[in-house]
């Protein structure tokens, strides 16, 4: 029997889509959804691990579900191909996640570097640290597996929760057989698309430093903070001045983004991208058109999203629907992984009768 191919991927919900995610999943996740190749693809919503570190906010994760899944239609996801499901709507998931917890020690989790990484970020420190943050990549594991994806859309800081993953997948499967399908990652084929950076140059998009553009905002919000806070090169003082491409926000933006298309519409002085950082290298090219261009590429590919959006906010019913619709028909796949899983390990002690036979003999032995 031939393996199905399966997608899992997700979002946390602590806020409105950034254009860091549609570069470096959720424009992927269409891509991959209207490619034919994929048996299931389900994205599903992280509101228990968002819970981790967001414990006394839960109005937070609740309200912005709304907002993550009008992202995902606005974006393309359609959910006719695609079941958008809830984390916490998936009992089996916390039942896969406890038995996982043994399967794994706490040294281990501690050397995750994205854990670690992640740790550092927020500021924890090892009194603060909640449990459930600190286990996330068992947590992830259980999701995996439950819908029995072999295909994960990760950024290359996220391999080493799906390495862990692998390894609690192997280990479960030599101690109780050959029960889960083990994960592989998929990684973004644009270098540039793997993680793009704020408007102000630093390494992540983040809604708390103000430096993101949504997939929701407004023409006027996206050309504020292009023009306002995007970093470029800050030895390029004057237009004559030979400027540098690397690490400039502006052209890394444009890496991920523009076509060569995009230059035949809106900067024909150019062929193409190359041409364009060339120009800039020696000298001669002002930052203004760089922006100016740039921000023709975000309203090229933000307007539809946004147009989108606003025909699904007409209809919040319908939106509804569909989050409850796919939460449903993943209920029944996880709950057939769990029952699968407690199979294996022998402790579906209700689902057959033979185990008096086995109690009735313990006992037998034990009179011996």
């Known amino acids: 029997m031939k393996e199905k191919n399966i997608i899992l991927t997700g979002d946390r919900p602590t806020g409105r889509l950034h254009l860091g995610h549609y570069v470096g999943s959720l424009k992927r996740r269409v891509e991959l959804q209207n490619s034919g190749k994929f048996d299931e693809i389900n994205i599903l919503i992280a509101d228990d691990q968002a819970l981790t570190d967001n414990a006394d906010n839960p109005a937070k994760i609740r309200d912005n579900i709304v907002n993550v899944v009008l992202d995902y239609l606005s974006a393309g996801i359609d959910p006719t191909k695609t079941t958008i499901c809830v984390q916490s709507a998936l009992?089996?998931?916390?039942?896969?996640?406890?038995?996982?917890?043994?399967?794994?020690?706490?040294?281990?989790?501690?050397?995750?570097?994205?854990?670690?990484?992640?740790?550092?970020?927020?500021?924890?420190?090892?009194?603060?640290?909640?449990?459930?943050?600190?286990?996330?990549?068992?947590?992830?594991?259980?999701?995996?597996?439950?819908?029995?994806?072999?295909?994960?859309?990760?950024?290359?800081?996220?391999?080493?929760?799906?390495?862990?993953?692998?390894?609690?997948?192997?280990?479960?499967?030599?101690?109780?057989?050959?029960?889960?399908?083990?994960?592989?990652?998929?990684?973004?084929?644009?270098?540039?698309?793997?993680?793009?950076?704020?408007?102000?140059?630093?390494?992540?998009?983040?809604?708390?430093?103000?430096?993101?553009?949504?997939?929701?905002?407004?023409?006027?919000?996206?050309?504020?903070?292009?023009?306002?806070?995007?970093?470029?090169?800050?030895?390029?003082?004057?237009?004559?001045?030979?400027?540098?491409?690397?690490?400039?926000?502006?052209?890394?933006?444009?890496?991920a983004l523009c076509t060569d298309e995009h230059f035949a519409e809106y900067l024909p002085d150019y062929a193409n991208l190359e041409e364009m950082k060339e120009h800039y290298r020696r000298g001669g090219l002002g930052d203004g058109v760089c922006k100016k261009f740039l921000i023709n590429v975000l309203e090229e590919t933000l307007s539809p999203i946004r147009t989108e959006r606003a025909k699904w906010e007409q209809d919040i019913g319908a939106v509804y629907d569909i989050i409850s619709s796919g939460t449903a028909k993943a209920v029944e796949k996880t709950n057939a992984t769990l029952a699968r899983v407690r199979r294996s390990m022998k402790i579906n002690y209700f689902e057959d009768r033979s185990i008096i036979k086995e109690w009735e003999q313990l006992l037998r032995n034990a009179k011996q």
Request: aromatic share 10%; with cysteine.
């Open 91 to 255: 009992p089996a998931l916390h039942a896969l996640t406890f038995y996982y917890l043994n399967l794994v020690t706490t040294a281990r989790l501690s050397r995750n570097p994205t854990i670690k990484a992640e740790i550092q970020m927020r500021g924890f420190t090892d009194e603060g640290l909640p449990a459930g943050f600190f286990t996330y990549p068992v947590s992830q594991t259980a999701d995996i597996t439950a819908f029995d994806a072999n295909v994960v859309p990760v950024g290359e800081d996220q391999l080493p929760m799906l390495e862990q993953a692998r390894e609690i997948v192997e280990k479960f499967n030599k101690i109780y057989g050959e029960t889960l399908v083990l994960p592989n990652a998929m990684i973004p084929e644009n270098e540039f698309q793997r993680r793009l950076p704020g408007v102000d140059g630093k390494a992540k998009m983040s809604k708390s430093l103000g430096n993101c553009i949504y997939l929701s905002d407004t023409s006027a919000a996206v050309k504020k903070q292009v023009n306002g806070k995007m970093y470029t090169d800050p030895l390029h003082l004057q237009i004559s001045d030979p400027g540098h491409t690397e690490g400039n926000v502006v052209f890394t933006y444009l890496d």
